[in-house]
């Protein structure tokens, strides 16, 4: 069920998002012992100057000042130790996929609840 969301600038260098997308996946889903089919990973990008930090609003991804931001969701059975593998795999990992720099990725981790998640066409209780 991990759902990685990550957002930038568009990229001055591009890249296939797709490659960089089932790779980022296949390192999260090996490192963390987690079923491949379970890891669902986006890639979205704001438009041109539509990401301010500051007063600066740049219209590609900088190297520095403005990070890669990710949105990691997990289950909440999921517990400290694992995040922090979890965390440091997919920073790892973006870096080495997308040359974005370690120092520049922001990743936030948000637990999904038992009873609070609807998939496959039901409630999910674990």
């Keep these: 069920m991990p759902f990685i969301h990550i957002k930038s600038l568009p990229v001055k260098d591009v890249f296939n998002v797709s490659k960089v997308l089932l790779a980022i ?13 379970h890891v669902h990973t986006t890639w979205e990008f704001y438009q ?8 600066d609003a740049p219209s590609v991804q900088p190297s520095s000042n403005h990070p890669v931001i990710v949105d990691l969701l997990t289950p909440d059975f999921n517990n400290i130790d694992s ?3 979890m965390l440091t795999t997919l920073a790892r990992s ?20 038992s009873g609070m998640v609807f998939d496959d066409g ?5």
């Design 48 to 55: 041109s100057g539509y990401y301010v930090k500051g007063e």
């Design 83 to 85: 995040i922090e593998m």
């Design 94 to 113: 973006l870096e080495t996929h997308s040359n974005t720099q370690l120092s520049n990725i922001f990743i936030n981790h948000r637990y999904a609840h």
């Design 122 to 126: 039901k409630i999910v209780k674990w």
């Design 25 to 37: 996946t296949r390192d999260f889903s090996t490192h963390n012992n987690i079923p491949i089919n």
